[in-house]
Structure formats: structure tokens, C-alpha cells
């Protein structure tokens, strides 16, 4: 007889049980579409479909667009929507995600492109952030094409005045975009990105700041969660201080001669991220950068999907309308 026993794999991470990773190296992923996601909208002033904007990896995207467009004489500009999770979990089907940017295409009257992007550990860092340069490829690909997408033809679609909203992971994202495209994303003619709004920005260091050691009780996405996001989405072996995940740690390339597009950056002051949203800020002003920064005192991160309807949501709404009519008149 064999005396060789068999060790069945066991748990070694687990993200709110979306995703578990096995000791043998095996993933086991809960797919986010089997959630129940309201499709339907009562006033019909927003319109969507999904579209593969990369078919190399099957990534998709789902356009907004108001339905009264048709009937205006005015091009709509366009709004990127990066949606958040840590980089592990989460999609833009989600049913907060999905709502926001009916909000945004309806408040901003824009067309809202809500991208996926590959997620860590199965797709480690930069595999997001390729995808989202993928996506604006995907956009000027439209802007040169003789037969676009109906939603992007010339006489909708304002390829002068995009705009990148990023949500947390997305936050991440949007930064790495500003930096990888530079100002007025020349590479990327006809598309002009103009500005760039970072919600609850997901930024990491091996140094801790006060408030990621304070008010963690009761919070899902305590210090302990974004640490376990960080250690399967980074690099392996790589620590919070790789410049995907800390913009200024010790190997990260200086941003004070990098011209950048105006930001927006907005933070819950309740946000654990809190504090790195203000080193981020304080910094890029140091160096001349054009950045804004918007506290909003009580909220926690992600307020103003959580809570579309509060006074702090709709406050928000008008502030990012605002940046986009600011920098839409930027000459620069």
C-alpha cells in the first residue's frame, strides 16, 4: 500500500469571497454577472449598448448617450468611466457603476464610455492600465474611421473634449493614462483629452499615513483588504512602493518635468485614502501642476455611488460639470 496522502488545495486569499485563490495556485472566480443588475430606467433619458473594444482579450465597454442628443444641435463630449475594486474585483455591469454613468451621460449630457479592464491576480499589474490606453486607442480608431459607431460620428461626437473620470482602482488608471498620454494626448489626435477627475484614487506606499491606520472598524475596505488587493495585483514579489501603486515612492519616475492635463481630485474625508489624495495633491502643486482638490466632510469612499442621491452626490455632479466647462474653454 502507498502510504502518499493527497493535500487537498486550501484557501490562501479571499476577497469578500469574489475571488479566492487556492493553495495550489488556482483561482476560483464568482462571476459578477450573475448578479441582478436593473437595466431599465423609468424616464428612457439614457440610452446604452456594450461594445468589444478589444477582441484580442474579449474586453468590453458599454456606451451611454442621452436619448434627446439626436435632436440637439450640439456635439456631446466624451466621458470615460474607470470603475474601481482594488484591481481584483468588480465590473462596469455592476449595478452602482452602471446607474453613475446614467447620471453622468443625463447631468453632463455627454456620451459616457464605461470600460472593463483585465483583473489581477489572473491579469497582475499593468495589465488594467494597458487596457485603458487600449480603450482610448479604441476611441481615436472611431474618430479616424470612415464608418464609426453611429454614437461617434462627426456630427455627435466631440472628439476635442474627453474627459476621464476614475473610480478608486480607476483613479489609479486615470493617473497612469494622464502621465502615459501627456497634454493634449497628441499621440492620440484627433482626440483631445482634456481633464482628468480622480475619485478616492487608489494609491498605496510601504509607509503608512493616518488615515489608513484610522477608523478601520466596520469598513470593508479596511487596510488589510487594499494590502491583500495590492499583494495580487502587483507584480509578484514587487512591494506598495512600486510606481504603479505609489506615484512618488523611491523608484518611481519624477513627475515635476511631466506636463499633464488639469485634475480633479475628490475625496471623502471619512475615505481611508484620504490622506493619499492630499500628499498626491500637494505634490503636483508643489511642481505647477493644475489640480484641484475637493473634500467632502462625512463621506466614506465611493459615497457618491453608494449614495447617488445624497446632497454630497449632487454636489459633486455639479462641481465635475463645472471642471469639464472650465477645461473645455482651456486654450492651452
Avoid at 30 to 51: A, F, R, Y
Avoid at 117 to 127: G, I, V
Avoid at 291 to 320: C, Q, R, T, W
Wanted: aromatic share 10%.
Amino acid at each position: 500500500m502507498s502510504n502518499t496522502s493527497v493535500t487537498t488545495p486550501y484557501v490562501v486569499d479571499d476577497l469578500f469571497g469574489v475571488v479566492q485563490v487556492y493553495s495550489d495556485g488556482s483561482i476560483v472566480r464568482t462571476d459578477p454577472q450573475n448578479l441582478n443588475v436593473d437595466v431599465h430606467q423609468e424616464d428612457g433619458s439614457v440610452i446604452w449598448k456594450d461594445v468589444t473594444f478589444d477582441p484580442i482579450h474579449g474586453i468590453q465597454l458599454t456606451l451611454y448617450k442621452p436619448s434627446s442628443s439626436a435632436i440637439t444641435n450640439t456635439k456631446l463630449p466624451v466621458c470615460y468611466y474607470i470603475h474601481g475594486g482594488g484591481f481584483c474585483v468588480f465590473s462596469r455591469i455592476l449595478p452602482y457603476g452602471h446607474k453613475y454613468c446614467i447620471s453622468l451621460a443625463s447631468e453632463l449630457q455627454a456620451i459616457v464610455v464605461s470600460i472593463d479592464y483585465r483583473l489581477a491576480p489572473e491579469n497582475r499589474l499593468p495589465a488594467a492600465i494597458e487596457d485603458g490606453f487600449t480603450a482610448i486607442k479604441w476611441l481615436q480608431a472611431q474618430a479616424l474611421s470612415d464608418n464609426p459607431d453611429t454614437w461617434f460620428t462627426d456630427d455627435v461626437a466631440d472628439f476635442d473634449r474627453v474627459f476621464i473620470v476614475g473610480d478608486s482602482a480607476g483613479g489609479n488608471i486615470a493617473h497612469h493614462l494622464a502621465v502615459g498620454l501627456g497634454a493634449g494626448s497628441p499621440d492620440f489626435a484627433p482626440v483631445r483629452v482634456r481633464g482628468y477627475v480622480l475619485l478616492g484614487a487608489y494609491f498605496g506606499g510601504t509607509g503608512r499615513m493616518k488615515s489608513e491606520l484610522e477608523g478601520q472598524e466596520g469598513n470593508p475596505w479596511g487596510l488589510e483588504v487594499l494590502d491583500r488587493c495590492w499583494k495580487l495585483s502587483l507584480p509578484v514579489g514587487e512591494t506598495r512602493d512600486h510606481p504603479l501603486a505609489n506615484p512618488f515612492g523611491p523608484s518611481s519616475p519624477s513627475l515635476e518635468t511631466v506636463a499633464l492635463d488639469p485634475i480633479l481630485a475628490v475625496v471623502g474625508s471619512c475615505d481611508i485614502l484620504k490622506d493619499r489624495t492630499e500628499d498626491f495633491v500637494r505634490r503636483l502643486k508643489e511642481w505647477g501642476k493644475k489640480i484641484e482638490y475637493v473634500e467632502f466632510e462625512g463621506e466614506d469612499h465611493g459615497f457618491f455611488a453608494i449614495h447617488p442621491n445624497s446632497e454630497a452626490s449632487k454636489k459633486l455632479m455639479e462641481i465635475i460639470k463645472r471642471f469639464i466647462i472650465e477645461s473645455s474653454n482651456n486654450q492651452s
